[in-house]
């Protein structure tokens, strides 16, 4: 059965919820929608952030749903009736067995497997940006999730909330699915490498000195194809533009190799300046000698390209799961849509404008008519661990009964 959603872009809450709780009242009275949802997922833009309680309690009132996970998101958006639509406030009901999923915080931690929870096997998360050691929590929630699928996002600066049948403050809280609720997915970043793989030799925290043995900056503007003997006759303002569009791979050498157009990289993070004096280039991350380091550039088709892929690879495994319901005999061959219960996507708020419109609209030619609710993130999570400028797709699929 299809999960359900709704959106508002109404500025006042009570015409918000009102707007909401229509049209979940239409899509309940389609028959292949849930009929008794016990979980919603809620996203608000910044405008919905002083509501607080009152949202939560507003939701639970109006629709009968108790427990409700989510955030206050740089951006909202839901698929409507006019294609993906900007909103104020964006909803997902599921309906799934409760022994199935778990919603925790610092309040209600994630709970080890017992005799009626079987464990975390997928974990839908959202954290606060100004929690210090961010990536360590989401790291250790990876370790209680038996396929470290740990994804979500940070939620918006300075009046970032997080929902976990409460209002949250710092910390990490979310929802964990258990091996039975059916997620498919993956993470597309859409960065051009521009450079060879680098080993970090020296650097101080945040900053790299030396790569290979060579100047870190030196080494960043040859892979730029800054010209060496128009380097010192150039003010190193006039760099700026060109470095804005840079983001760093990092991984150790015994990483394995992800999917990921940068290489090895295991990790993203953003330049954030030079020391053109010591030859320094620093990173939003700590470093240590030993690193592998990559310098890279964003760059619109190269990000559409690997969402496409992304889509592709999450539309042959839908094909693939209904041909086996087929010939499971639990759907008929004239049954030829997707076997998708509903989608929830994450992408870097620095990916607003164009790109961000055109994302929008490969998925929904690609992953068709389907419940769909996504929000930008001001940081994404994937496989564990905190990445950026990137974008990250969970479709959640029907089993097939075995």
Request: charged share 20%.
């Amino acid at each position: 059965m299809r999960f359900i959603t709704a959106h508002s872009s109404r500025s006042s809450w009570p015409q918000a919820l009102e707007e909401l709780c229509a049209q979940v009242a239409r899509e309940r009275a389609r028959a292949e929608t849930v009929t008794r949802p016990n979980l919603g997922l809620v996203y608000v833009d910044p405008r919905h952030a002083v509501l607080g309680e009152e949202l939560l309690q507003g939701l639970r009132q109006r629709l009968g749903v108790e427990h409700w996970v989510g955030g206050v998101m740089p951006g909202v958006f839901a698929a409507g009736e006019q294609g993906i639509e900007s909103c104020g406030v964006a909803l997902m009901l599921m309906q799934l067995a409760a022994r199935d999923f778990r919603v925790f915080s610092g309040r209600e931690p994630l709970q080890q497997a017992s005799r009626v929870w079987r464990g975390a096997h997928s974990v839908l998360a959202h954290g606060d940006a100004e929690q210090l050691e961010l990536d360590e929590l989401v790291a250790e929630l990876g370790e209680r999730c038996d396929s470290r699928d740990v994804w979500g996002g940070i939620v918006s600066p300075g009046c970032g909330a997080h929902f976990a049948d409460a209002v949250l403050q710092g910390g990490v809280s979310g929802v964990a699915f258990s091996s039975r609720v059916s997620l498919l997915g993956g993470l597309s970043h859409g960065l051009q490498a521009v450079g060879p793989a680098r080993t970090v030799t020296r650097c101080i925290d945040n900053v790299v000195y030396a790569l290979d043995g060579q100047p870190a900056l030196g080494a960043l503007l040859d892979d730029l194809g800054e010209p060496r003997r128009s380097r010192e006759q150039r003010q190193w303002r006039e760099l700026v533009p060109s470095l804005r569009d840079v983001v760093v791979g990092l991984s150790w050498p015994d990483d394995e190799p992800r999917q990921v157009p940068a290489g090895a990289a295991t990790l993203l993070r953003g330049l954030i300046g030079i020391d053109p004096g010591a030859q320094g280039v620093a990173l939003a991350a700590e470093l240590q000698p030993g690193m592998r380091l990559r310098f890279c550039r964003r760059q619109t088709a190269v990000f559409m390209r690997d969402l496409l892929r992304l889509c592709t690879e999450v539309r042959d495994e839908l094909e693939q799961r209904r041909e086996a319901r087929q010939a499971a005999g639990h759907s008929s061959p004239a049954d030829a849509g997707p076997p998708v219960r509903g989608a929830v996507f994450a992408t870097c708020a620095a990916r607003r404008g164009t790109v961000l419109g055109a994302q929008w609209k490969l998925l929904r030619s690609q992953l068709g008519e389907v419940p769909l609710i996504g929000f930008e993130a001001a940081g994404e999570f994937s496989e564990a661990s905190l990445q950026a400028y990137s974008s990250v797709l969970r479709v959640f699929a029907q089993d097939v009964p075995v």
